[in-house]
């Protein structure tokens, strides 16, 4: 299996299919694992790291997330940090910057070429993306859902304030980093993009504790 390696901290590479599934269907699966959090319970916007557990898979992948997307008025950006405690064995999921489209929320795409578009031009808008593991840089790798459009349902009070609620189609790009599982101890992990050509951010720093 090839693998980005620095010291013991292993990477999966684009390539790869982590426990019998493409990248592209696990990034599927971390945006059906965060669409139906509602907001008050959801990572997405938790500063600390004490909602980082909630609905997470029951074997094999930790998924982490950001925070959503904005403008920052000053070159300071107050990323959340979080501290949270895992189990050992799990590989780690989580998205440097990543960009979804559905014909919910945006009503004027029409088709799936409409929505795959959307998507490609935010992620060709991407000018910064960052990731450190313990103050090494690592490379995360671009990444489209798979498969390519695929089903969703917005729900009430969703993490991300889409407004027209119901099943509908979507499809995602973006960077991600794939991390093998990490021998016990202890982790710090930031990470930062910056798309629309620097106009919005997103990132977060986490302190691990691997048991």
Known sequence: MTTTEFDEIQLFADTDKPYGFTYGEWTTKWWSWIMPIQKERSPLHDETGALWNTNQPSSDVWFLI????????????????????????????????????????????????????????????????????????????????????FKVTIIEDNAFDIKNLGLTEAATDGYWAFIKPLSKGNYRIHFEGSCEYGRLSAGASYELDVI
């Open 66 to 149: 950001g925070n959503f997307a904005r403008e920052y008025k000053t070159e300071q950006k107050n990323f959340p940090h979080r501290k949270i405690r895992m189990q050992a064995g799990r590989s780690i999921l989580l998205p440097v910057l990543n960009c979804m489209a559905t014909f919910l929320e945006y009503q004027d795409l029409k088709t799936h070429e409409d929505l795959l578009r959307h998507v490609e031009n935010d992620v060709n808008s991407v000018v910064i993306k960052k990731l450190f593991i313990n103050e090494k840089m690592y490379e995360p790798v671009r990444i489209s859902s798979d498969p390519r459009v």
